[in-house]
Nanobody, 127 residues
Framework: VHLVESGGGSVQAGGSLTLSCAASGDPYSSGCMGWFRQPPGKEREGVASFDNDGDITYADSVKGRFTVSKDDAKNTLNLHVNSLKLEDTGMYYC??????????????????????WGQGILVNVSS
C-alpha cells in the first residue's frame, strides 16, 4: 500500500483547503482508512476515519468543519478542511492498514495502530 497526500498549503484563518490521499495497492484491506495531523511540537492525533461501508467519524475538534469524501474514480480519500483556525496548523497524514481491522471512532484510534502512512502534507493557517 502506497499513500501520497497533496493539496496542502498556506491559508488565512477562516479559509478552506482540500487535501487528497492517493492510494495504490489495497488500502481498504483492513477495512479502514484515516486522516491524522501533527501540530508543531505535539503528538500525532486522529482527525477522521473512513471505513468500507462509508461510515465516517470525526474528532470533536474538527466536527462540523472538516468532511471526508472518497473518489472511487481517482482512488483518493479527500479531507475537506473548512473554517480553518490557527490551531489547525500542522502536518496532515493519510493512514491505512488499521491493525485491529474495522474502524472504531477516530478518537479511540492512536497513530501507532496503523501500518501504512503517507509522507504528510503541511497545512499552515495564518491570522
Amino acid at each position: 500500500v502506497h499513500l501520497v497526500e497533496s493539496g496542502g498549503g498556506s491559508v488565512q484563518a477562516g479559509g478552506s483547503l482540500t487535501l487528497s490521499c492517493a492510494a495504490s495497492g489495497d488500502p481498504y484491506s483492513s477495512g479502514c482508512m484515516g486522516w491524522f495531523r501533527q501540530p508543531p511540537g505535539k503528538e500525532r492525533e486522529g482527525v477522521a476515519s473512513f471505513d468500507n461501508d462509508g461510515d465516517i467519524t470525526y474528532a470533536d475538534s474538527v466536527k462540523g468543519r472538516f468532511t471526508v469524501s472518497k473518489d472511487d474514480a481517482k482512488n483518493t480519500l479527500n479531507l475537506h478542511v473548512n473554517s480553518l483556525k490557527l490551531e489547525d496548523t500542522g502536518m496532515y497524514y493519510c493512514a491505512a492498514g488499521f491493525l485491529f481491522g474495522a474502524c472504531s471512532h477516530i478518537e479511540k484510534m492512536t497513530w501507532d495502530q496503523w501500518q501504512y502512512w503517507g509522507q504528510g502534507i503541511l497545512v499552515n493557517v495564518s491570522s
